[in-house]
């Protein structure tokens, strides 16, 4: 959805930086609350990934994964900076931040 919506903003002539923010998945909760409190969609494979998951650790695996993997293809794209919300789960981002930078 980011790629969709920079690409639809240049065409209307929008030419300030755009910035990515990923929240990690850290909590098998996080698939019921997420969607409910952001009014967001997960991308169909990591939901059928997440759906595997027998625990929160799991969970939190899969979704520390999932947004390395994001992250360097928004690199890879040339966001200009990536914003990652943390929710007070510092250590599934600093996680991330060791494998992508």
């Keep these: 959805k980011f790629f969709e919506f920079v690409k639809n903003v240049r065409e209307m002539g ?5 910035i990515p923010g990923l929240k990690p998945v850290t909590t098998l909760r996080e698939i ?3 969607p409910e409190i952001f009014h967001l969609t997960f991308p169909e ?12 650790a799991e969970a939190k695996d899969t979704g520390v994964e999932w947004a ?9 794209a040339g966001a200009p900076v990536l914003h ?14 060791q494998q992508v930078f």
């Design 14 to 18: 929008i030419t300030v930086p755009i």
């Design 32 to 34: 019921e609350v997420l």
């Design 45 to 56: 494979e990591l939901m059928k990934e997440l759906k595997k998951c027998k625990t929160h």
């Design 68 to 76: 390395i993997h994001q992250s360097r293809e928004l690199i890879a």
């Design 84 to 97: 990652y919300y943390t929710i007070s789960k510092a250590d599934a981002t600093y996680r991330i931040a």
